[in-house]
């Protein structure tokens, strides 16, 4: 079965500072993966999701960015953080079931 | 309104009641249902599919009435250990052929001594 391995598992992080959240996944080829952010007390918004390496599918704008560069790995990205992007991150790999990593919970400060 | 909705809760009830949980889902074309549960903090995980036919694993009853678009979960003789966030979650494939998944918001339970 899969998989996904998140890092960091927290993180604090100052307004304007850079970010980069790694997700790797074992035991499949070619998954299908996507990254969240859940919001206190809200439910999980669909960032991006990718198909395969260097395709990348956003679905809200945003001050965020995602890579692709390896079947496995799933990058996300923010050359800049603003206070807004506060949050627990998640990858996930979907095809007929959903299975998470096991989050980045983020405070930008 | 929302793609799926559910009542927040929180929904506080004594160790061994039963307690029923409901969701409603807007898009017809969704394809597949489940109930994830997620620990404070944590992330989400599978609790269970739910099929038109209901299903059933354990203490925990799923059903889906397609007619109304509406999921329920029921959880008998309730555990301390119950005590988490169920998402009720629906999914739909793309043309692409990607499943496309939509959470709801999640209903709190706290299960008391």
């Known amino acids: 079965s899969q998989t996904i391995h998140q890092w960091p598992a927290t993180l604090v992080q100052p307004v304007g500072s850079p970010l980069s959240l790694e997700c790797t996944v074992e035991?499949?080829?070619?998954?299908?993966l996507y990254w969240y952010r859940q919001a206190a007390g809200r439910g999980l918004q669909l960032l991006f999701y990718?198909?395969?390496?260097?395709?990348i599918s956003s679905e809200v704008p945003q001050n965020l960015s995602a890579s692709r560069p390896q079947d496995r790995q799933f990058i996300l990205s923010s050359k800049k953080l603003l206070l807004s992007d506060s949050g627990f991150y998640l990858c996930?790999?979907?095809?007929?079931?959903?299975?998470f990593g096991q989050g980045t919970r983020l405070t930008v400060v | 309104r929302k793609e799926v909705e559910q009542d927040p809760g929180p929904f506080n009830v004594p160790e061994g009641a039963t307690v029923a949980f409901n969701c409603t889902y807007s898009?017809?074309?969704?394809?597949?249902f489940f109930w994830y549960r997620q620990d404070c903090r944590k992330e989400p995980k599978l609790l269970m599919s739910?099929?038109?036919s209901g299903n059933e694993d354990g203490r925990f009853t799923a059903q889906l009435n397609r007619a109304s678009q509406y999921i329920s979960l029921l959880i008998r003789d309730s555990k301390l250990s119950d005590s988490a966030t169920y998402l009720c979650?629906?999914?739909?494939?793309?043309?692409?052929?990607?499943?496309?998944?939509?959470f709801g918001t999640g209903t709190r339970l706290k299960v008391l001594a």
């Open positions: 979650v629906v999914s739909l494939r793309s043309h692409s052929g990607t499943y496309k998944y939509i």
């Open positions: 990718s198909v395969g390496i260097g395709q």
């Open positions: 898009n017809s074309a969704s394809q597949s």
């Open positions: 739910v099929y038109s």
């Open positions: 996930a790999c979907q095809d007929r079931q959903a299975f």
């Open positions: 035991g499949t080829s070619n998954p299908n």
